[in-house]
Nanobody, 117 residues
Framework: QVQLVESGGGLVQAGGSLRLSCAAS????????MGWYRQTPGKQRELVAS???????NYADSVKGRFTISRDNAKNTVYLQMNSLKPEDTAVYYC???????????WGQGTQVTVSS
């Protein structure tokens, strides 16, 4: 079973930055599209950024221009650089393999991001 370990969350003021990391145990990581999701209480988990094995990325409109997803296939790790953070970015952030927007693996524990105004 694939294990996903997210890290890098924390408390930051509006306008600040955070860099999230997600390490995956999967041997197929390098050929798998990966995504970052976020969830707030009472809401569905939403996909905010994804990156294909070759490096092409897509973003939700709400984070476009502020967030950057990247990956290091040698380390089986995907990153999310979050700049110009807003209070509405407050959520638990998760990573997962993604296919047509659908997560493929079991979820990790996530990492909490809290943006204060």
């Amino acid at each position: 079973q694939v294990q996903l370990v997210e890290s890098g969350g924390g408390l930051v003021q509006a306008g600040g930055s955070l860099r999230l990391s997600c390490a995956a145990s999967a041997s197929v990581f390098s050929i798998t599209a990966m995504g970052w999701y976020r969830q707030t209480p009472g809401k569905q988990r939403e996909l905010v950024a994804s990156i294909k094995s070759g490096g092409s990325a897509n973003y939700a409109d709400s984070v476009k221009g502020r967030f950057t997803i990247s990956r290091d296939n040698a380390k089986n790790t995907v990153y999310l650089q979050m700049n110009s953070l807003k209070p509405e970015d407050t959520a638990v952030y998760y990573c997962n393999a993604v296919l047509a927007g659908i997560p493929l693996w079991s979820w990790g524990q996530g990492t909490q991001v809290t943006v204060s105004s």
